[in-house]
Every structure is written in C-alpha cells, then in structure tokens.
C-alpha cells in the first residue's frame, strides 16, 4: 500500500486567507494527499500569513516553532500577506523550508512537491507590481457557510495599512465567471455563502460591470439560501445596494459590516479615508430606516498616530450615538511601509490598550442593547454542526447568536424560532418552532 502524505493548513487572519487555504488544500486533497489537523504530526505544514497587525507576525513565528516540535522532519511552507511583504525575514525563522509571495502561492501544490524531498530551502517572491491575476477562491466542507472570494487587492493606499503592498491592486473576475464559481457551491451542504475580498464595493472597478450589478445577479442563483457581505466600505455602500438587501433581496441578510476606523474627521483624514464620518452616519440611518432589526458591525482602530484625547472621545461619542450592533476594535501597530509611522506623535502603547479596552466594553454594550431589543421576535436560525456541553450554536438573519439544546436533526438546518432570552456568554436561547429548509 502507497504511503499518503498529510497535510495541514493553518490560517491566519481575515475570511479572504480562509477561503485560499481552503482552495489550496482541496488541491492537495486532489493529489492524494490526507488533508489532517495541525498536531496530528503532517508531513507538510502550510502556514497562511497575516500581516495585518504585529502580532500576527508574532503568531506565525510561534507556529513554526510549534510545527518543528510535532514533526521534526515535517516540510513547512509559508504563504500569505506576511510572506509577501517579509520574505527574507521568514526565511530566517528556524524550520522554514519555503516561502512563496502573492503571485507564487497558487502553485504551492507544485512547488511543495518539486521541492519536497531536497535539503534547499525555496523561496519564491515577485515585486507585487507582478500580481495582476485574479484567482478565485472558495472554502467548503470546513463549516456550514462558505467564504467565496469575489475580488483581490485594494487601490485605496489608507496610511495604516500594507495590504495594497502585500496583495497588490484591485482586481476581481468577470460577474458570469464569479457565478460560475458560486454554482459549484450550490451542490454542497453550503447554505450561506460570504462575499469576501479585500475591497469588495470596488468590484469592476469602475468598468462596466460593478459591484451592484454582482448581487443582483447572485441573488438569483437557486440551491444558496444565504448571501452575506463581508464588509463594504461607508463610500461605496450606496443606496441601492442597501435598498436591494433590504428591501428587494431574496437571499441577500439583513447584515452590514462598515469600517469607520475613527470617528474623529481629523483622524480620517490623517488615514486618508475617502469620506467623512456624516457619510458613515448617513448609511447607518439609511438601513435602520429600511430595517431597524438589521444588523450592523463596525471596524474602528484606536491609538492611531496623533490620536488625542480629544479626538479619541470624539469616537466614542459618536459611536455611542450610533444605532450599531458590535464593535471591531483594533489596536493600531506601526507597520513598515507605511506612511501612518510619519504622520504624528506615537500613542503610547498603554493608552493604546486602555482605548481598546474602553471600545470593546462599548462593544459589549451595543451587543447587549442590540440583543435585547430582538427578545420576543420571531427569526431564522441557520444551525452549525458542533456540539458544546450539548449545545449547539446557529445565526439568525441578522447575526444574532443563537444556542440550543444539541439535535443532530437541526444540523445545517434552517430553523423557524422565537428569541426568548439572553445568556451570561453574549447569546440568546430560543424556542424552535419548525424546519423551514430540510437536507
């Protein structure tokens, strides 16, 4: 009998990473190889990258030390955001056999194989000018939604942030080949899918095709119960896309994600933000005119250069004053490459943290009140497969989470409900009430 190699993939960062790693490592599965949590000793480690915050770097450094301590002799391969942008650096960490950047990762199969059995170490890595190819991505069979990338890379330059240096310009496929890509979901137990990329509202690019268009098309694709976007920027969430996904939709969720990063105008302007906080104030009281279930997350970084605390308490009044739903709050890190390092007075990292820790209690609260107001409704319920203490875990249309007691029948299910209570641990428990889809 042929010895199967195994394989394990470790992603960090955003639902973008997760959909490639998942892309990737169905084509490994596809060359026979047994696809295998980390710890369950692979003969190649894949380690996805983030580079988003420090930390993140941090983290891929920990999980080569890790993978050496499983399996001495494994092959460990780096790919992602960090790859592109530090691939010397990778290069030195003890343990690592490869790394390949933004352009190069898609052959991480081929290269993996080519170079598997030689002592050398590889490492393959263009300028990101070179990065001009669309490649499609989706996740299935990890868990009951999927993440289906429409769009890569990003145009915008915001000073904070070097994922146009590690992914390179916008750039997505046709809407008939992102069908296509979608179609292959609708013959898995896939019942929502999340539109993901770096920039998704800037789909087309201008071009003839744009990102309005995109939905409406997806909307009617039979065999998907669920559509969610990721995240859309506040400048390129018109009208018509909330109106459509609340009003006119099929498939579309109830469900906003809207980075405001800062609510000081100041501040924005220093990030070089393409609008003002009255826009974002504007597609908040938008939506909750359409629909004031809808629910609505927000991204905001504190500790920004030359962040006062004026300008801090400025954020938190106005996120206060907002109708949202949760808060994303990230802690700002200096990233190399950037211009945001250059722009004003570093925020010590202590008032940094405290900031972080003020928002995500503000956090807390919204999430409570937005919780709360949804007792006693009616909602659909869409149950995940694993099982916690004889729980079980699901999301309503509007991103409420949802416990019940564990039924192996409710699995994947879309599930009528009444919301009946909040729990300590930030979910509500139900009543069920009737299957609504069956397998």
Do not use: W
């Not at 289906?148 to 390179?168: E, N, S, V």
């Amino acid at each position: 009998m042929q010895f199967q190699r195994k394989v394990s993939f470790y992603t960090l960062g955003c639902k973008l990473n997760f959909s490639e790693s998942s892309t990737l490592a169905r084509s490994f599965e596809e060359a026979g190889y047994a696809r295998v949590d980390f710890d369950a000793e692979p003969d190649v480690f894949v380690i996805n990258t983030c580079s988003v915050t420090e930390n993140a770097d941090k983290k891929c450094k920990q999980l080569v030390r890790k993978a050496k301590e499983i399996n001495p002799n494994g092959y460990v391969a780096i790919v992602g955001c960090y790859a592109q942008l530090k691939p010397e650096e990778i290069a030195k960490i003890p343990g690592v056999n490869m790394v390949l950047g933004a352009n190069e990762k898609f052959k991480l199969l081929e290269e993996v194989e080519a170079n598997l059995e030689k002592e050398t170490q590889v490492v393959k890595h263009e300028s990101i000018k070179h990065a001009l190819t669309f490649n499609p991505s989706f996740s299935a069979g990890d868990r009951t939604r999927s993440f289906l990338k429409i769009q890569d890379g990003c145009d915008y330059f915001c000073t904070f942030c070097t994922i146009p240096l590690a992914r390179g310009k916008s750039r997505n496929a046709s809407i008939e080949s992102t069908i296509k890509e979608a179609k292959k979901l609708v013959d898995t137990p896939v019942r929502e899918v999340v539109l993901t990329g770096v920039n998704i509202g800037d789909f087309g690019q201008g071009g003839d095709e744009n990102f309005f268009q995109l939905i409406q098309e997806l909307d009617t694709l039979e065999g998907i119960d669920r559509f969610r976007i990721s995240s859309i920027e506040p400048n390129l969430l018109s009208n018509e896309i909330i109106d459509f996904c609340l009003s006119k939709s099929k498939r579309f969720m109830p469900h906003f994600h809207i980075p405001l990063q800062s609510g000081s105008d100041r501040i924005l302007k220093l990030m070089r933000r393409k609008y003002e906080r009255s826009v974002f104030q504007d597609r908040v009281a938008q939506i909750k005119r359409l629909n004031p279930t809808c629910c609505i997350g927000v991204d905001v970084i504190v500790g920004f250069p030359g962040e006062t605390d004026e300008d801090f308490q400025e954020t938190v009044d106005f996120l206060q004053a907002l109708d949202i739903s949760y808060l994303h709050v990230f802690t700002y890190s200096e990233r190399a490459n950037t211009t945001a390092v250059k722009l004003g007075e570093p925020v010590p990292m202590h008032i940094r943290k405290e900031r972080s820790k003020q928002l995500h209690l503000l956090s807390d609260r919204k999430k409570k009140q937005f919780y709360h107001s949804q007792l006693g409704l009616k909602k659909t319920v869409l149950f995940e497969h694993e099982e916690d203490e004889g729980k079980m875990y699901g999301f309503t249309e509007n991103y409420i989470k949802v416990e019940a007691p564990f039924n192996v029948h409710l699995v994947n299910q879309l599930i009528a409900v009444q919301i009946e209570q909040l729990t300590l641990d930030e979910t509500v428990k139900v009543t069920i009430e009737k299957t609504l889809v069956n397998e």
